[in-house]
């Protein structure tokens, strides 16, 4: 499995913007499908955004669609979440995961059952 750690965190105002940062060890990650979730106080974890081995398929939550783009660099074991215009109810940690399968170059799963390796999070906190 692909080991994961997210950086790129932090407190920032309402409206800024903020980009993640996943770096990924292992072999063959294009193989991997790649998917953001966060976590906010008291709530369930819920998908943000989530792209296929080879970039091209991508998807994103109905929150986040707009403000939120997910990119990738196979060359250098990356993967990317830009956020823009960030609300207080973005605030959360957002966690990066993998997850391979037979079509997980091409596809991507919005759900996190499906994913097998977890990053350690990274906390993302919105003030109004």
């Known amino acids: 499995q692909v080991q994961l750690v997210e950086s790129g965190g932090g407190l920032v105002q309402a409206g800024d913007s903020l980009r993640l940062s996943c770096a990924a060890s292992?072999?063959?990650?294009?193989?991997?499908?790649m998917g953001w979730f966060r976590r906010a106080p008291g709530k369930e974890r819920e998908f943000v955004a989530a792209i296929s081995g080879n970039g091209e398929g991508i998807r994103y939550a109905d929150s986040v669609k707009g403000r939120v783009t997910i990119s990738r660099d196979n060359a250098k074991n990356r993967v990317y979440l830009q956020m823009n215009s960030l609300k207080p109810e973005d605030t959360a940690v957002y966690y990066c995961?993998?997850?391979?399968?037979?079509?997980?170059?091409?596809?991507?799963?919005?759900?996190?059952?499906?994913?097998?390796?977890w990053g350690q999070g990274t906390q993302v906190t919105v003030s109004s």
């Open positions: 995961a993998g997850q391979t399968s037979y079509d997980s170059f091409y596809d991507v799963t919005t759900s996190s059952s499906e994913y097998a390796s």
């Open positions: 292992g072999r063959s990650f294009s193989r991997y499908a």
